[in-house]
């Protein structure tokens, strides 16, 4: 497998032009990724190329699955035995290694806490995604936001919540990020600016963007050095939600400091990308709206830490957002909850051979990065530290009663005042919780 | 807007237009177009944009071309506006300000003329205000800005272009009502209830338990709306009170028709208000 990658735009063929006045790409044209900026001048519509559809849902032969032409060169160049240009260090691979088997090994504690009823409701698991979220995050600073939907416990860890955290969270202890009150689907963190979960798919997409809203309200408003950037996660169901294209208009209107992230696993429960959507290359909906459209290997960390790599430099210097389709899959069900029947096997095994944790450990291992001992070592360290944040949930407490009516209000006089005019908050029953409100 | 450099405006031609209702009017050349900003006609996307601008430092004031385009970013006030202070722990707090004009008047047809203050009164975590005069309305405004709590501020149409103290039109007919009770021996308490969500419960106490018969005059729709709520809640507290049921006016259920004589009997008339008071207090 080719680690080495870089993203790149590549402009399928266009077959016809019915717009003969306009002159358009017509040839491949391979831009390399610091020619995102060049990309807001060619807004013509691309004809799609005829796609098989097939009704497995394997990808449709013409999207071109980014590959590095620039890279591979680079490596003819030199000397196969020593390859001075990898793309990452030595701590760079063992923290993006690190990063990934934490996302796998909590996950698939979930799973198993899951089924032994310690967690409830709707839980979904991020097994196989990992790279897109390590790819991205690990590139942040602690200032920078992140946004996700309701497939979103690795993403909070890849922003830094304490696995013990999350875990709690899961559990429905006070110890959990948000106090228990949010749950597998809203994982919030102040600290980190993981600004969440949530349930509704697009409902996060416009919060996004609202935080990068206030990075350049900060920047010429209030005249604060302010280069935060925001990052939104989503899969390939809400690109065909209207906040999805709403998000995309006002962000390129306003040059917000965002990254657009789909993260195209193919499925939306049990929906296959291909017959929902009309034109299943999401990547192209961003020179529509005048951004640029990567679509990048979602199950290679390494192409995809160098697609962010350009995206976020873009927004950090206030050049706009960038559309970033990752292609990547999920190895489990949608949820806990899901049977997972529809999918051809056939479709999962072929993805399993792309596993990127896999991918990653071949990678470092084959240019002596590291050993397989210190990886083996990294495995064990997690996972030493998921049964540390299982226990450290179990030992947690539950909420309380008092803590029912905590937290509705940031301001709880916004209970009102009861019929004896006094403000129910003062009431002495409210601290235990047992208020009329 | 000066005082704090973080409040600013969103809405749909807020900014150059100066607002649909001119009610901001020259604030965009004030204050700059990203301060008083004029956002494209995307009600949800934008509301939401308000609340993660607001999670993360500012204050923003989204203003609804008209109350009913609400609806449109109901997702997000209910679920993020409302609830996400909740979610996230009390992390992140919401301190926006939704506002939008409504309600019947000069017969701008059925969807324009909607008061939609029952649809969010179910919605945990806001607040949700009503101004009747330009007095009151300029207050509530501060209280709302000023306030960490989401609050979602309900204005009548009809008050944009008045200039002296003159009140909304419910409040209106309920005065001129009273004033004809009033010729007519009978001793009304009007009480304007300005908070929606939560109830002054207080006053209304005071009031019935001097008064014991209560009318509810409103313009929201009869089913389901403030005024049934406001019942509700008065039976369930003020009930050794009462030596009448309670009695609830309110708009019919019928979307607002265009003709001007249509529009007008769906709303409550002062001539109904006196039967109303008069039947109560014959009982």
């Not at chain 1, 590959?67 to 160049?77: F, G, I, N, Y």
Request: hydrophobic share 35%.
């Amino acid at each position: 497998m080719a680690c080495s990658a870089a993203g790149k735009i590549i402009h399928p063929p266009s077959i016809n032009s019915a717009r003969s006045a306009q002159k358009p790409h017509s040839s491949h044209k391979i831009i390399s990724p610091s020619a995102f900026l060049g990309f807001t001048s060619q807004p013509d519509k691309l004809f799609p190329v005829s796609r098989t559809i097939s009704s497995t849902g394997r990808r449709s032969a013409t999207v071109m699955a980014v590959s590095s032409d620039v890279v591979k060169e680079k490596k003819l160049k030199n000397a196969p035995s020593s390859a001075p240009n990898l793309l990452i260090t030595k701590e760079e691979g063992l923290e993006l290694y690190e990063d990934m088997i934490l996302g796998r090994a909590f996950e698939d504690m979930c799973a198993q806490m899951y089924y032994r009823g310690k967690m409830f409701g709707f839980v979904h698991l991020y097994n196989g995604q990992e790279a897109v979220s390590t790819g991205f995050i690990k590139l942040l600073k602690k200032e920078d936001c992140v946004v996700s939907t309701y497939r979103d416990h690795v993403h909070a860890l890849s922003k830094g919540v304490s696995a013990r955290a999350v875990m709690s969270e899961l559990f429905g202890k006070t110890t959990g990020c948000c106090r228990g009150q949010g749950g597998s689907m809203h994982m919030f963190s102040k600290e980190h600016n993981m600004l969440g979960g949530f349930a509704f798919i697009g409902e996060g997409i416009p919060v996004a963007t609202g935080a990068a809203f206030t990075s350049k309200y900060k920047r010429e408003v209030l005249k604060e050095d302010c280069d935060e950037v925001t990052l939104a996660f989503f899969g390939d169901g809400t690109c065909n939600n209207g906040q999805f294209f709403e998000c995309l208009n006002m962000a390129t209107l306003w040059k917000l400091p965002i990254v657009f992230v789909v993260e195209n696993n193919l499925w939306a429960i049990g929906m296959s990308h291909l017959r929902s959507t009309s034109d299943p290359q999401i990547w192209k909906k961003g020179p529509a709206f005048g951004m640029p459209g990567v679509h990048v290997d979602g199950m290679d960390v390494l192409k995809v830490r160098e697609v962010a790599k350009e995206a976020i430099g873009r927004a950090r210097r206030g050049e706009g957002p960038t559309l970033v389709e990752c292609e990547t899959y999920r190895f489990r069900g949608h949820s806990l909850a899901d049977p997972d029947e529809l999918r051809d096997p056939a479709e999962k095994a072929h993805y399993a051979t792309r596993d990127p944790i896999t991918a990653l450990k071949k990678y470092m291992t084959e240019n002596n990065l590291a050993s397989e001992s210190e990886l083996k070592g990294i495995e064990k360290k997690i996972d030493e530290v998921v049964e540390d944040a299982v226990e450290f949930g179990d030992k947690s407490p539950v909420p309380a009663r008092s803590q029912l009516l905590e937290n509705v209000f940031a301001d709880p006089r916004g209970f009102g005042i009861g019929p004896d005019g006094k403000y129910r908050c003062e009431d002495p029953k409210f601290t235990e919780g047992t208020a009329q409100v | 807007m000066e005082h704090y450099p973080r409040v600013c405006v969103m809405g749909e031609d807020v900014g150059h237009y100066g607002g649909s209702y001119k009610v901001t009017k020259d604030l965009a050349k004030k204050f700059g177009d990203l301060r008083v900003l004029d956002t494209p006609i995307a009600e949800n996307s934008f509301t939401g944009m308000a609340i993660g601008a607001a999670m993360t430092g500012i204050r923003p004031v989204v203003e609804g071309m008209n109350m009913g385009f609400l609806l449109l970013a109901f997702n997000q006030i209910s679920d993020n506006c409302g609830m996400l202070h909740y979610t996230s722990g009390g992390q992140f707090t919401i301190p926006t300000v939704i506002r939008g004009p409504g309600g019947v008047g000069r017969q701008p047809g059925a969807e324009h003329s909607q008061m939609l203050e029952f649809y969010f009164q179910s919605i945990p975590g806001i607040q949700m205000v009503a101004c009747s005069t330009p007095y009151n309305a300029k207050g509530l405004m501060k209280a709302a800005i000023r306030s960490e709590n989401p609050v979602v501020l309900f204005e009548l149409v009809l008050l944009y272009n008045l200039k002296e103290r003159i009140p909304d039109e419910m409040r209106y007919h309920v005065m001129q009502a009273a004033k004809t009770l009033v010729n007519k021996g009978y001793d009304p308490e009007v009480i304007d209830i300005r908070s929606l969500k939560p109830f002054d419960l207080y006053t209304i106490g005071n009031s019935v338990k001097k008064t014991h018969r209560v009318l509810i005059v409103e313009e929201c729709m009869r089913t389901g709306g403030i005024g049934a709520s406001l019942t509700a809640a008065i039976n369930e507290n003020f009930r050794y009170y009462l030596d009448t049921p309670i009695v609830c006016l309110s708009s019919k259920d019928v979307p607002a028709p265009y003709a001007g004589t249509l529009e007008e009997w769906t709303v409550v008339q002062p001539p109904q208000i006196v039967t109303a008071v008069e039947q109560l207090c014959e009982l």
